[in-house]
Protein backbone atom coordinates (compact mmCIF):
# COMPACT_ATOMS: atom_id res chain seq x y z
CA UNK A 1 0.00 0.00 0.00
CA UNK A 2 1.25 3.46 -0.76
CA UNK A 3 0.31 6.72 1.35
CA UNK A 4 -0.83 9.71 -0.15
CA UNK A 5 -2.98 10.73 -2.59
CA UNK A 6 -3.04 8.35 -5.37
CA UNK A 7 -4.26 8.36 -8.74
CA UNK A 8 -5.99 5.24 -10.46
CA UNK A 9 -3.85 3.29 -12.81
CA UNK A 10 -4.04 5.00 -16.02
CA UNK A 11 -2.35 3.81 -19.91
CA UNK A 12 -0.77 5.47 -22.75
CA UNK A 13 -0.82 3.85 -26.13
CA UNK A 14 2.65 3.18 -27.00
CA UNK A 15 4.68 0.03 -27.93
CA UNK A 16 7.68 -1.38 -26.81
CA UNK A 17 9.58 -0.29 -30.35
CA UNK A 18 8.67 3.01 -29.06
CA UNK A 19 9.38 2.86 -25.52
CA UNK A 20 11.32 -0.19 -23.69
CA UNK A 21 11.36 1.48 -19.62
CA UNK A 22 13.13 -1.42 -18.72
CA UNK A 23 16.21 -0.60 -21.12
CA UNK A 24 15.28 3.35 -21.31
CA UNK A 25 15.38 3.49 -17.47
CA UNK A 26 18.20 1.40 -16.75
CA UNK A 27 20.94 2.82 -19.35
CA UNK A 28 22.67 5.38 -17.46
CA UNK A 29 20.33 8.22 -17.79
CA UNK A 30 18.77 8.50 -14.46
CA UNK A 31 19.85 6.83 -11.26
CA UNK A 32 16.46 7.12 -9.09
CA UNK A 33 14.40 4.91 -10.55
CA UNK A 34 13.30 1.44 -8.42
CA UNK A 35 12.24 -1.84 -9.55
CA UNK A 36 9.96 -3.84 -7.75
CA UNK A 37 9.55 -7.53 -7.82
CA UNK A 38 6.44 -7.01 -10.14
CA UNK A 39 8.44 -5.25 -12.62
CA UNK A 40 6.79 -1.60 -11.75
CA UNK A 41 9.33 1.13 -11.74
CA UNK A 42 8.63 4.09 -9.33
CA UNK A 43 10.82 7.32 -8.86
CA UNK A 44 9.78 10.13 -6.79
CA UNK A 45 9.86 13.40 -9.38
CA UNK A 46 8.49 16.95 -9.21
CA UNK A 47 6.27 16.21 -5.88
CA UNK A 48 4.79 12.94 -6.57
CA UNK A 49 5.47 9.43 -6.69
CA UNK A 50 5.44 8.41 -10.28
CA UNK A 51 4.91 4.19 -10.61
CA UNK A 52 4.91 2.87 -14.28
CA UNK A 53 4.84 -0.72 -15.91
CA UNK A 54 4.59 -1.45 -19.51
CA UNK A 55 3.16 -4.67 -21.45
CA UNK A 56 2.99 -5.07 -25.31
CA UNK A 57 0.70 -2.09 -26.40
CA UNK A 58 0.39 0.01 -23.22
CA UNK A 59 2.48 2.05 -20.49
CA UNK A 60 0.65 1.99 -17.48
CA UNK A 61 1.24 5.11 -15.28
CA UNK A 62 0.42 5.87 -11.36
CA UNK A 63 0.79 9.42 -9.63
CA UNK A 64 1.28 9.20 -5.89
CA UNK A 65 0.66 12.47 -4.09
CA UNK A 66 1.48 14.09 -0.62
CA UNK A 67 -1.53 13.54 1.52
CA UNK A 68 -3.45 11.24 3.81
CA UNK A 69 -5.57 8.64 1.54
CA UNK A 70 -4.58 5.42 0.74
CA UNK A 71 -3.56 4.30 -2.98
CA UNK A 72 -4.91 1.19 -4.11
CA UNK A 73 -3.08 -1.69 -4.59
CA UNK A 74 -1.52 -2.42 -7.71
CA UNK A 75 -3.66 -4.48 -10.68
CA UNK A 76 -2.44 -7.76 -11.91
CA UNK A 77 -1.18 -7.10 -15.70
CA UNK A 78 -3.80 -8.81 -17.04
CA UNK A 79 -6.40 -6.48 -15.18
CA UNK A 80 -7.49 -2.98 -17.52
CA UNK A 81 -6.17 0.09 -16.09
CA UNK A 82 -8.82 2.82 -14.95
CA UNK A 83 -9.94 4.82 -17.91
CA UNK A 84 -12.70 6.72 -15.42
CA UNK A 85 -12.11 11.01 -15.07
CA UNK A 86 -10.53 10.38 -11.11
CA UNK A 87 -7.82 12.50 -11.82
CA UNK A 88 -8.05 15.76 -10.42
CA UNK A 89 -8.22 19.20 -12.33
CA UNK A 90 -4.41 19.90 -10.93
CA UNK A 91 -2.85 16.64 -11.48
CA UNK A 92 -0.38 17.18 -14.79
CA UNK A 93 1.25 14.15 -14.75
CA UNK A 94 0.16 12.75 -18.13
CA UNK A 95 1.89 15.22 -19.61
CA UNK A 96 4.57 15.51 -17.46
CA UNK A 97 4.99 11.73 -18.48
CA UNK A 98 4.93 12.65 -22.16
CA UNK A 99 7.32 15.16 -21.96
CA UNK A 100 9.57 13.41 -19.58
CA UNK A 101 9.62 10.09 -21.87
CA UNK A 102 10.47 12.45 -24.72
CA UNK A 103 7.70 10.50 -26.34
CA UNK A 104 7.18 12.91 -28.96
CA UNK A 105 9.66 11.98 -31.81
CA UNK A 106 8.61 8.68 -33.87
CA UNK A 107 11.43 6.45 -32.96
CA UNK A 108 10.99 4.01 -35.45
CA UNK A 109 11.30 6.39 -38.10
CA UNK A 110 14.61 7.61 -36.20
CA UNK A 111 16.13 4.37 -35.98
CA UNK A 112 15.37 4.08 -39.72
CA UNK A 113 17.19 7.12 -40.74
CA UNK A 114 20.40 6.22 -38.16
CA UNK A 115 20.22 2.76 -39.84
CA UNK A 116 20.39 4.46 -43.32
CA UNK A 117 23.66 6.37 -42.31
CA UNK A 118 25.63 4.03 -40.26
CA UNK A 119 25.70 0.10 -41.01
CA UNK A 120 26.92 -0.39 -37.64
CA UNK A 121 23.92 0.81 -36.60
CA UNK A 122 21.74 -0.92 -38.48
CA UNK A 123 23.60 -4.25 -37.31
CA UNK A 124 23.06 -3.86 -33.79
CA UNK A 125 20.27 -1.30 -33.02
CA UNK A 126 17.60 -4.08 -33.90
CA UNK A 127 17.21 -6.00 -30.44
CA UNK A 128 18.04 -2.72 -28.72
CA UNK A 129 14.70 -0.81 -29.64
CA UNK A 130 12.41 1.59 -27.20
CA UNK A 131 15.48 3.64 -26.14
CA UNK A 132 14.61 7.02 -25.58
CA UNK A 133 16.93 9.96 -24.28
CA UNK A 134 14.68 11.28 -20.90
CA UNK A 135 14.42 15.00 -20.45
CA UNK A 136 15.36 15.03 -17.00
CA UNK A 137 15.48 18.43 -14.94
CA UNK A 138 18.83 20.08 -15.49
CA UNK A 139 19.64 19.88 -12.07
CA UNK A 140 19.27 16.24 -11.03
CA UNK A 141 21.60 15.19 -14.70
CA UNK A 142 23.97 17.70 -13.06
CA UNK A 143 24.48 16.05 -10.04
CA UNK A 144 24.11 12.47 -11.40
CA UNK A 145 26.75 12.73 -13.50
CA UNK A 146 29.38 14.57 -11.10
CA UNK A 147 28.85 11.81 -9.16
CA UNK A 148 28.98 9.67 -12.07
CA UNK A 149 33.28 10.45 -11.95
CA UNK A 150 35.46 6.83 -12.05
CA UNK A 151 32.15 5.11 -10.62
CA UNK A 152 29.51 2.90 -11.54
CA UNK A 153 25.81 2.64 -12.15
CA UNK A 154 25.12 1.23 -8.98
CA UNK A 155 27.47 2.86 -6.51
CA UNK A 156 26.06 6.19 -8.43
CA UNK A 157 22.24 5.12 -7.26
CA UNK A 158 23.12 4.52 -3.92
CA UNK A 159 24.97 8.41 -3.33
CA UNK A 160 21.52 10.05 -5.36
CA UNK A 161 19.75 7.92 -2.88
CA UNK A 162 21.84 8.88 -0.41
CA UNK A 163 21.50 12.56 -1.29
CA UNK A 164 17.87 12.86 -1.31
CA UNK A 165 17.26 10.49 1.93
CA UNK A 166 19.52 13.53 3.71
CA UNK A 167 18.46 16.54 1.64
CA UNK A 168 15.16 16.14 -0.30
CA UNK A 169 11.77 15.83 0.64
CA UNK A 170 9.72 13.03 1.63
CA UNK A 171 6.71 13.07 -0.92
CA UNK A 172 5.22 9.11 0.50
CA UNK A 173 5.71 5.39 0.84
CA UNK A 174 4.79 2.02 -0.73
CA UNK A 175 4.89 -0.81 0.57
CA UNK A 176 6.27 1.48 3.61
CA UNK A 177 9.61 2.49 1.43
CA UNK A 178 10.23 6.31 1.78
CA UNK A 179 10.67 8.32 -1.50
CA UNK A 180 12.06 11.59 -1.52
CA UNK A 181 12.51 13.81 -4.48
CA UNK A 182 15.78 15.59 -5.39
CA UNK A 183 17.10 18.57 -3.01
CA UNK A 184 17.44 21.97 -4.56
CA UNK A 185 20.76 23.41 -4.82
CA UNK A 186 20.03 25.72 -1.61
CA UNK A 187 19.97 22.51 0.31
CA UNK A 188 23.55 21.68 -0.01
CA UNK A 189 25.58 24.97 0.62
CA UNK A 190 25.33 24.86 4.06
CA UNK A 191 28.87 24.47 5.22
CA UNK A 192 28.86 21.50 7.38
CA UNK A 193 27.40 19.70 3.77
CA UNK A 194 30.60 18.74 2.20
CA UNK A 195 32.18 16.97 4.83
CA UNK A 196 28.60 15.24 5.79
CA UNK A 197 28.51 13.48 2.09
CA UNK A 198 31.79 13.00 2.76
CA UNK A 199 30.63 10.44 5.32
CA UNK A 200 27.96 9.23 3.12
CA UNK A 201 30.68 8.07 0.71
CA UNK A 202 30.73 10.78 -1.76
CA UNK A 203 34.23 10.89 -1.86
CA UNK A 204 35.92 13.81 -3.27
CA UNK A 205 32.51 13.95 -5.15
CA UNK A 206 31.38 15.83 -2.17
CA UNK A 207 33.41 18.90 -2.30
CA UNK A 208 32.52 19.39 -6.12
CA UNK A 209 28.66 18.72 -5.09
CA UNK A 210 28.84 20.99 -2.51
CA UNK A 211 30.35 24.03 -4.18
CA UNK A 212 28.72 23.58 -7.56
CA UNK A 213 25.19 24.26 -5.21
CA UNK A 214 26.77 27.24 -4.30
CA UNK A 215 27.90 28.59 -7.39
CA UNK A 216 24.93 27.98 -8.81
CA UNK A 217 22.50 29.42 -5.72
CA UNK A 218 25.01 32.42 -5.10
CA UNK A 219 27.33 33.48 -8.09
CA UNK A 220 25.19 32.72 -10.87
CA UNK A 221 21.96 34.41 -11.85
CA UNK A 222 18.30 32.91 -11.09
CA UNK A 223 17.54 29.93 -13.68
CA UNK A 224 21.01 30.15 -15.20
CA UNK A 225 21.30 26.43 -15.86
CA UNK A 226 17.87 26.22 -17.88
CA UNK A 227 18.81 29.24 -19.87
CA UNK A 228 21.53 26.99 -21.48
CA UNK A 229 18.67 24.83 -22.51
CA UNK A 230 18.02 24.10 -26.09
CA UNK A 231 14.64 25.86 -26.68
CA UNK A 232 13.64 23.51 -28.67
CA UNK A 233 13.29 20.98 -25.99
CA UNK A 234 12.61 23.57 -23.68
CA UNK A 235 11.15 22.84 -19.81
CA UNK A 236 7.56 21.61 -19.52
CA UNK A 237 4.70 24.36 -20.37
CA UNK A 238 7.71 26.63 -22.29
CA UNK A 239 7.06 27.65 -25.98
CA UNK A 240 9.44 25.60 -28.12
CA UNK A 241 12.00 27.98 -30.35
CA UNK A 242 14.33 27.59 -33.09
CA UNK A 243 18.27 26.47 -31.50
CA UNK A 244 19.74 27.34 -35.15
CA UNK A 245 21.83 26.11 -37.95
CA UNK A 246 23.51 22.62 -37.18
CA UNK A 247 27.39 22.99 -37.86
CA UNK A 248 30.11 19.82 -37.71
CA UNK A 249 31.09 20.66 -34.20
CA UNK A 250 26.82 21.19 -33.09
CA UNK A 251 24.33 24.32 -32.33
CA UNK A 252 25.98 27.49 -31.25
CA UNK A 253 23.74 26.86 -27.94
CA UNK A 254 25.24 23.42 -28.05
CA UNK A 255 28.75 24.89 -27.51
CA UNK A 256 27.82 27.59 -25.49
CA UNK A 257 26.61 25.46 -22.78
CA UNK A 258 29.14 22.82 -22.90
CA UNK A 259 31.52 25.74 -22.79
CA UNK A 260 29.77 27.42 -19.70
CA UNK A 261 29.43 23.77 -17.56
CA UNK A 262 32.71 23.61 -17.50
CA UNK A 263 33.10 26.48 -15.61
CA UNK A 264 31.72 24.24 -12.64
CA UNK A 265 33.70 22.80 -10.32
CA UNK A 266 33.97 18.70 -11.02
CA UNK A 267 32.37 19.66 -14.52
CA UNK A 268 34.72 17.91 -17.33
CA UNK A 269 34.08 17.69 -21.38
CA UNK A 270 32.14 13.87 -20.35
CA UNK A 271 30.11 15.18 -17.72
CA UNK A 272 29.53 18.51 -19.67
CA UNK A 273 28.09 16.58 -22.44
CA UNK A 274 25.79 14.08 -19.99
CA UNK A 275 24.33 17.26 -18.84
CA UNK A 276 23.88 19.10 -22.31
CA UNK A 277 22.33 15.35 -23.62
CA UNK A 278 19.99 14.33 -20.94
CA UNK A 279 19.47 17.45 -18.86
CA UNK A 280 19.66 20.52 -21.22
CA UNK A 281 18.28 18.86 -24.51
CA UNK A 282 20.64 19.39 -26.73
CA UNK A 283 20.92 16.01 -29.00
CA UNK A 284 24.06 16.54 -30.55
CA UNK A 285 26.12 15.86 -27.32
CA UNK A 286 28.04 13.01 -27.88
CA UNK A 287 29.65 12.24 -24.18
CA UNK A 288 32.48 10.03 -24.19
CA UNK A 289 34.12 8.18 -21.69
CA UNK A 290 36.95 5.11 -22.23
CA UNK A 291 33.71 2.93 -23.21
CA UNK A 292 32.48 4.92 -25.85
CA UNK A 293 36.34 5.39 -26.67
CA UNK A 294 36.34 1.81 -27.37
CA UNK A 295 33.65 1.37 -29.55
CA UNK A 296 35.15 4.47 -31.52
CA UNK A 297 38.61 1.94 -32.06
CA UNK A 298 36.38 -1.08 -32.72
CA UNK A 299 33.66 0.02 -35.15
CA UNK A 300 34.53 3.54 -36.28
CA UNK A 301 38.65 3.15 -36.88
CA UNK A 302 39.57 5.71 -33.91
CA UNK A 303 42.73 4.65 -32.45
CA UNK A 304 45.20 5.23 -34.95
CA UNK A 305 47.65 8.13 -36.26
CA UNK A 306 46.47 11.17 -34.55
CA UNK A 307 43.84 9.67 -33.00
CA UNK A 308 45.84 7.09 -31.20
CA UNK A 309 45.02 8.46 -27.64
CA UNK A 310 41.78 10.17 -25.96
CA UNK A 311 43.17 13.20 -26.62
CA UNK A 312 40.90 16.46 -26.41
CA UNK A 313 41.30 16.44 -30.47
CA UNK A 314 40.39 13.07 -30.49
CA UNK A 315 37.31 13.76 -28.13
CA UNK A 316 35.87 16.10 -30.62
CA UNK A 317 36.92 14.26 -33.60
CA UNK A 318 34.97 10.98 -32.32
CA UNK A 319 31.48 13.37 -31.57
CA UNK A 320 31.91 15.79 -35.02
CA UNK A 321 32.01 12.11 -37.07
CA UNK A 322 29.29 10.90 -35.17
CA UNK A 323 27.15 13.76 -35.72
CA UNK A 324 28.23 13.87 -39.48
CA UNK A 325 26.34 10.40 -39.23
CA UNK A 326 23.30 11.16 -37.49
CA UNK A 327 22.69 15.30 -37.35
CA UNK A 328 21.41 16.82 -34.58
CA UNK A 329 20.23 13.61 -32.50
CA UNK A 330 23.71 11.98 -32.20
CA UNK A 331 23.68 11.67 -29.05
CA UNK A 332 20.51 9.14 -28.82
CA UNK A 333 21.51 7.44 -31.56
CA UNK A 334 24.89 7.16 -29.84
CA UNK A 335 23.33 5.91 -26.38
CA UNK A 336 21.31 3.52 -28.30
CA UNK A 337 24.57 1.51 -29.88
CA UNK A 338 25.89 2.41 -26.23
CA UNK A 339 23.09 0.57 -24.32
CA UNK A 340 23.71 -2.27 -27.35
CA UNK A 341 27.10 -2.71 -26.55
CA UNK A 342 26.78 -3.20 -23.11
CA UNK A 343 23.69 -6.05 -23.70
CA UNK A 344 21.34 -4.34 -21.15
CA UNK A 345 24.02 -3.92 -18.17
CA UNK A 346 24.10 -7.94 -17.34
CA UNK A 347 27.23 -10.40 -18.18
CA UNK A 348 28.23 -11.15 -21.78
CA UNK A 349 28.11 -15.39 -21.51
CA UNK A 350 31.00 -16.40 -24.45
CA UNK A 351 31.56 -20.01 -23.56
CA UNK A 352 34.48 -22.14 -25.30
CA UNK A 353 35.61 -25.60 -24.55
CA UNK A 354 39.32 -26.03 -23.18
CA UNK A 355 40.87 -29.80 -23.95
CA UNK A 356 43.83 -31.13 -21.68
CA UNK A 357 44.83 -34.84 -22.94
CA UNK A 358 47.01 -36.88 -20.68
CA UNK A 359 48.67 -39.82 -22.34
CA UNK A 360 48.99 -42.46 -19.10
CA UNK A 361 50.78 -45.91 -20.33
CA UNK A 362 49.33 -48.90 -17.83
CA UNK A 363 49.61 -52.43 -17.93
CA UNK A 364 46.65 -54.56 -17.78
CA UNK A 365 47.13 -58.44 -17.41
CA UNK A 366 49.47 -58.79 -20.76
CA UNK A 367 48.51 -56.17 -22.70
CA UNK A 368 49.45 -52.62 -22.88
CA UNK A 369 47.56 -49.55 -23.11
CA UNK A 370 47.71 -46.08 -23.34
CA UNK A 371 44.62 -44.84 -21.71
CA UNK A 372 43.95 -41.14 -23.22
CA UNK A 373 42.10 -38.91 -20.39
CA UNK A 374 40.67 -35.78 -21.80
CA UNK A 375 39.51 -33.18 -19.43
CA UNK A 376 36.92 -30.92 -21.06
CA UNK A 377 36.63 -27.58 -18.75
CA UNK A 378 34.05 -25.75 -19.97
CA UNK A 379 35.19 -22.00 -19.52
CA UNK A 380 32.53 -18.96 -19.08
CA UNK A 381 33.95 -15.41 -19.71
CA UNK A 382 31.53 -13.19 -17.81
CA UNK A 383 32.53 -9.44 -19.11
CA UNK A 384 31.29 -6.94 -16.68
CA UNK A 385 30.97 -3.67 -18.39
CA UNK A 386 29.28 -0.48 -16.79
CA UNK A 387 29.29 3.14 -18.68
CA UNK A 388 30.56 4.34 -16.20
CA UNK A 389 33.86 2.34 -14.44
CA UNK A 390 37.29 2.98 -15.93
CA UNK A 391 38.07 -0.57 -16.90
CA UNK A 392 36.43 -3.62 -17.49
CA UNK A 393 35.98 -7.09 -14.93
CA UNK A 394 36.51 -10.22 -16.45
CA UNK A 395 35.85 -12.64 -14.13
CA UNK A 396 36.51 -17.02 -15.27
CA UNK A 397 34.09 -19.06 -13.88
CA UNK A 398 34.38 -22.82 -14.37
CA UNK A 399 30.89 -24.33 -15.51
CA UNK A 400 32.44 -27.95 -15.49
CA UNK A 401 34.95 -30.69 -15.71
CA UNK A 402 34.63 -34.02 -17.41
CA UNK A 403 36.74 -37.03 -18.13
CA UNK A 404 36.53 -39.07 -21.30
CA UNK A 405 38.54 -42.23 -21.23
CA UNK A 406 39.93 -43.84 -24.63
CA UNK A 407 41.30 -46.40 -24.33
CA UNK A 408 44.16 -47.76 -27.42
CA UNK A 409 46.39 -50.92 -27.90
CA UNK A 410 50.11 -50.52 -28.24
Known sequence: MAAGRAMNWRKLPVSLSELCIDTTLRCGQSFRWRKSGNDEWACALHGRILSLRQDQSH????????????APPTPPASAPSSTADSTPDDDDTEAFLQHYLNLGPNLKELYGQWSTADLNFKKKAPKFT??????????????????????????????????????GPLIGHIDSRPYYDMPSPSSL?????????RQLGFGYRAKYLHQTAVMLTQERDHGWLDDLRNPESPVLGCKIASAGEMLPGGRE???NAHEKLLELL???????????????????AVPVDTHVWQIAQRDYKFGKGKHRSLTKATYDAIGDHFRSLWGKE????????????L???????S??????QELVKKEEDADSTLEMTSAVTLVAKERIKREFEEDEKTVINIAGTRKVKRRRRV
Open 189 to 197: THPKVEAHL
Open 330 to 341: AGWAHSVLFTAD
Open 351 to 356: TKVEVK
Open 343 to 349: RAFSERL
Open 59 to 70: LHYRAIFPGGTE
Open 253 to 255: GYR
Open 130 to 167: GVRILKQDAWEALVGFICSSNNNIARISQMMENLCVHY
Open 266 to 284: GVGPKVADCVCLMGLGWGE
